[in-house]
C-alpha cells in the first residue's frame, strides 16, 4: 500500500475532511462556506465532506453544531464519523451513572448548557447524574439522538482511511474496533509502518496538522484556537482549504 507521497484517492471525487469541531459552530459554518467557494472557484465533478467526529463538549454550542451537521448531510455530500465525546454523550444518554461521567468530567457540562439544562446545583457542584441524564433526554430532539445513533465509525477511500482518533496497527483495517477508532493514542501515534492505507484522523491534538508519511492528523483544537483544519484530497493531491483558499501540501513524506 502507498504512503502518503504516492497515496492517491478515487479519480473524479474531491475529499475534504473536517477536524474536531467541538462545539464551534462559528468555526463550522465558516469551514462549509469555505468548501462552498473552493467548489466554485475550482469545480469537481463530485465531493464528499468527511467530518471526522467530536462535534461535541468543550465549545459553546454544541446544539448549534449538532442541527448545523444534520441540515448539511441531507443532500448525501457530507459524511459523520464518530469521535470519542459523541459516543460518551450517546452512553451518558443511555446511562447516567458514575460509569459514564466521563463525559460529565471532559466537556459534556458546556454541551448541557447548550441544550438549556442547567448542570449545576445553586453555588455548588454538578447536580446529581441522574437528573442530569433526565434533563438531557427530555432536551434533546430526537433527530439529534438519531444523528449520534447515525454516526459511521470510519469510511475509505481509495489510499486514504478516515476516523476518529487512528487504527490498532497490526490489525486489518476492516477489523478495528469502534474503541480503537474513536479513542486510540498510542500505539498508533507512534507507528512508522504502512496501516494498509494512508490514516486521516483526528482526536489527538498538534499545534499544526500532523503529516507523517503513514497518517495525517488535523486535530488543531479549534475550540480554544480557533483553526478548524480543513484537508483537501483530490486523485493525487493534496492540500488544505486555508482562508485564503485552496493550498497545496508540499509532500516529502
Ligand atoms: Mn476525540
Known amino acids: 500500500m502507498p504512503l502518503l507521497k504516492d497515496a492517491r484517492g478515487p479519480e473524479g471525487l474531491r475529499l475534504y475532511a473536517i477536524g474536531d469541531v467541538h462545539g464551534r459552530l462559528d468555526l463550522l459554518r465558516a469551514r462549509h462556506a469555505a468548501i462552498a467557494t473552493d467548489l466554485v472557484r475550482r469545480p469537481v465533478r463530485a465531493f464528499r465532506v468527511i467530518h471526522l467526529g467530536d462535534y461535541v463538549d468543550r465549545g459553546p454550542d ?7 451537521l444534520i441540515e448539511f448531510c441531507r443532500d448525501g455530500d457530507g459524511v459523520c464519523l464518530a469521535g470519542n465525546h459523541d459516543v460518551w454523550m450517546l452512553r451518558f444518554l443511555a446511562k447516567p451513572t458514575a460509569a459514564n461521567s466521563a463525559w460529565t468530567d471532559f466537556g459534556g457540562v458546556e454541551t448541557l448548557i447548550s441544550y438549556g439544562v442547567s448542570p449545576y446545583a445553586r453555588g455548588m457542584g454538578l447536580r446529581p447524574l441522574k437528573a442530569l441524564g433526565k434533563d438531557l433526554r427530555a432536551a434533546l430532539p430526537p433527530e439529534h439522538e438519531a444523528f449520534l445513533r447515525g454516526l459511521r465509525a470510519c469510511e475509505r477511500h481509495g489510499d486514504y482511511f478516515f476516523a476518529h482518533a487512528g487504527v490498532r496497527p497490526g490489525r486489518a483495517l476492516e477489523r478495528q474496533s469502534l474503541s480503537d477508532l474513536t479513542e486510540i493514542r498510542e500505539p498508533f501515534l507512534s507507528e512508522q509502518g504502512d496501516f494498509g492505507a494512508v490514516v486521516v484522523h483526528g482526536h489527538t491534538v498538534t499545534p499544526e496538522p500532523c503529516v507523517k508519511p503513514n497518517r495525517i492528523g488535523i486535530d488543531t483544537k479549534a475550540y480554544a484556537s480557533g483553526v478548524l483544519t480543513c484537508l483537501v484530497l483530490e486523485g493525487a493531491e493534496k492540500g488544505w482549504l486555508t ?9 516529502e513524506a
Open 62 to 68: 454544541s446544539a448549534g453544531v449538532i442541527a448545523a
Open 243 to 251: 482562508p485564503e483558499g485552496y493550498a497545496p501540501l508540499m509532500c
